[in-house]
């Protein structure tokens, strides 16, 4: 991965994407060498998400497998205060 200083994204932005739509590269770009930000492809990122959406299904069938008391949906907003 390839990381540049904000200040250059700003004035490279329009090359900066198409480097990264078109290229497929993976950017990751800093301020005063912290990592703020990655400009990844498209498909990584709904690739991602993707991974997280089997991640949370696969949470969610193992939480109703092991099963666990019942509560109602007034408690719950009562005790979320909505």
Same mark, same amino acid.
């Given at each position: ?6 200040? %250059?994204?700003? +004035?490279? $932005?329009?090359? &900066?994407?198409?480097?990264?739509? @078109? =290229? ?13 930000f990655?400009?990844?492809?498209? %498909?990584?990122? +709904?690739? $991602?998400?993707? &991974?997280?959406?089997?991640?949370? @299904? =696969?949470?969610?069938?193992k939480a ?19």
């Open positions: 991965m390839t990381t540049i200083p904000i200040s %250059e994204a700003r +004035e490279h $932005l329009a090359d &900066l994407g198409n480097r990264v739509s @078109l =290229r497929g590269e993976r950017l990751v770009i800093e301020r005063r060498g912290k990592h703020l990655a400009l990844v492809p498209v %498909e990584d990122v +709904e690739l $991602l998400e993707r &991974l997280e959406d089997e991640r949370d @299904l =696969r949470l969610a069938k109703l497998k092991d099963g666990g008391p019942n509560i109602s949906w007034d408690k719950v907003r009562k005790e979320l205060g909505l």
